[in-house]
């Protein structure tokens, strides 16, 4: 019977707290995806014109360094591409990371974008 109170509880945890993260290799691999594709919406021209940002999403050791990089790519491809196709980029980008961030960090809806 004590295994039973043990399982019950086990899976109301598991219910109600932490999901189960993505595997070391698909968190890798996510990453590297994400690193590349931020690296060719700076295009060929990027590591000139933005050699700072350029070295930070190459040299950015997890998949949080590049989520917090996402404001300094916006802020490049601004200058590139005008805000409102830098804007369209970035929440493609964002979308790359689905699954692979804690709860916390999770993109929430802005008031801004109606």
């Given at each position: 019977?004590?295994?039973?109170?043990?399982?019950?509880?086990?899976?109301?945890?598991?219910?109600?707290?932490?999901?189960?993260?993505?595997?070391?290799?698909?968190?890798?691999?996510?990453?590297?995806?994400?690193?590349?594709?931020?690296?060719?919406?700076?295009?060929?021209?990027?590591?000139?014109?933005?050699?700072?940002v350029t070295?930070?999403?190459?040299?950015?050791?997890?998949?949080?360094?590049?989520?917090?990089?996402?404001?300094?790519?916006?802020?490049?491809?601004?200058?590139?591409?005008?805000?409102?196709?830098?804007?369209?980029?970035?929440?493609?980008?964002?979308?790359?990371?689905?699954?692979?961030?804690?709860?916390?960090?999770?993109?929430?809806?802005?008031?801004?974008?109606?």
């Amino acid at each position: 019977m004590r295994w039973f109170k043990g399982s019950i509880r086990t899976s109301i945890y598991g219910l109600l707290g932490n999901p189960v993260g993505p595997s070391d290799s698909a968190l890798e691999s996510g990453t590297e995806d994400i690193r590349e594709a931020m690296l060719a919406l700076l295009g060929e021209g990027g590591p000139k014109k933005f050699p700072n940002v350029t070295r930070r999403i190459r040299y950015a050791n997890d998949v949080q360094a590049l989520w917090y990089l996402r404001g300094d790519l916006m802020a490049a491809l601004a200058s590139i591409h005008g805000e409102a196709a830098a804007r369209e980029q970035v929440r493609e980008i964002t979308e790359m990371f689905h699954g692979l961030l804690p709860g916390s960090l999770s993109s929430r809806p802005s008031p801004l974008m109606g």
